[in-house]
């Protein structure tokens, strides 16, 4: 149990486009789903909480209106990479926290390598 | 506020050796502690957990145990093996606060 998948896994756009990336618990209802970008050979920065139902909380730096987020259903969480350029490449990973027996973990999809030409 | 620090890689080891990956954790609060792994071009798979003091958590024959008096929770595996080669990561979270803090990550390669 406890599954989240990520779409699309590799995705390579032109400076300027928009990328919508997916993320979906499988098996359990998400109350809060968290965005993460990982650079190469670094940890994980927390990028922004979302809430089902209600405004993304973000962490100090993001820009909320270049990183938006959508958490429509307890199942469903969206990140709109909006107007994309080269230094937005990264890989991007969204985690899910459940109600019930889930609480208190996080569950990780496998990522999305986002590549900006 | 809260931290995670873990030992600085990367660590090579011979298959079958004994592996310690250290992490320390800021005591604030009352955290629960993981170790995720990370597999080459993959997301973050939890490895164990542990929610109180004195918890071991155990998974895959890796072990770390939640140690108060010392702010530790080092990962430990009695014999690695090739398949083992990967990023861990140590983390806390707070009760009250979903936020998880990583630490900076170990690269383990295991030679045959």
């Known amino acids: 149990g406890a599954v989240v998948s990520q779409h699309p896994s590799r995705v390579i756009c032109k400076s300027g486009t928009s990328v919508k990336i997916e993320c979906r618990s499988l098996?359990?209802?998400?109350?809060?789903m968290f965005w993460y970008r990982q650079f190469p050979k670094k940890s994980l920065m927390l990028m922004a909480t979302?809430?089902?139902?209600?405004?993304?909380?973000?962490e100090q730096g993001v820009e909320k209106d270049k990183f938006l987020i959508n958490h429509a259903s307890l199942t469903l969480s969206t990140l709109t990479v909006t107007s994309a350029h080269p230094e937005d490449s990264s890989f991007y990973i969204c985690?899910?926290?459940?109600?019930?027996?889930?609480?208190?973990?996080?569950?990780f999809g496998p990522g999305t390598r986002l590549t900006v030409l | 506020g809260n931290s995670v620090t873990q030992m600085e890689g990367p660590v090579t080891l011979s298959e079958e050796a004994f592996l310690t990956i250290n992490c320390t954790y800021t005591?604030?609060?009352?955290?629960?502690l993981f170790w995720y792994v990370q597999y080459p071009g993959e997301g973050l798979q939890l490895l164990l957990k542990?929610?109180?003091?004195?918890d071991k958590g155990s998974n895959k024959g890796f072990e770390a145990t939640y140690r108060k008096e010392t702010t530790s929770f080092h990962l430990e595996k009695g014999s690695v093996q090739v398949s083992d080669s990967a990023v861990y990561f140590c983390?806390?979270?707070?009760?009250?606060?979903?936020?998880?803090?990583f630490g900076t990550g170990t690269r383990l390669t295991i030679i045959p």
């Open positions: 985690s899910a926290r459940g109600v019930d027996r889930y609480t208190d973990t996080q569950y």
């Open positions: 983390a806390r979270s707070s009760r009250g606060n979903e936020k998880l803090t």
């Open positions: 542990a929610t109180k003091a004195d």
């Open positions: 098996d359990f209802q998400a109350t809060t």
């Open positions: 005591a604030t609060g009352y955290p629960s």
């Open positions: 979302s809430n089902e139902g209600s405004k993304a909380t973000y």
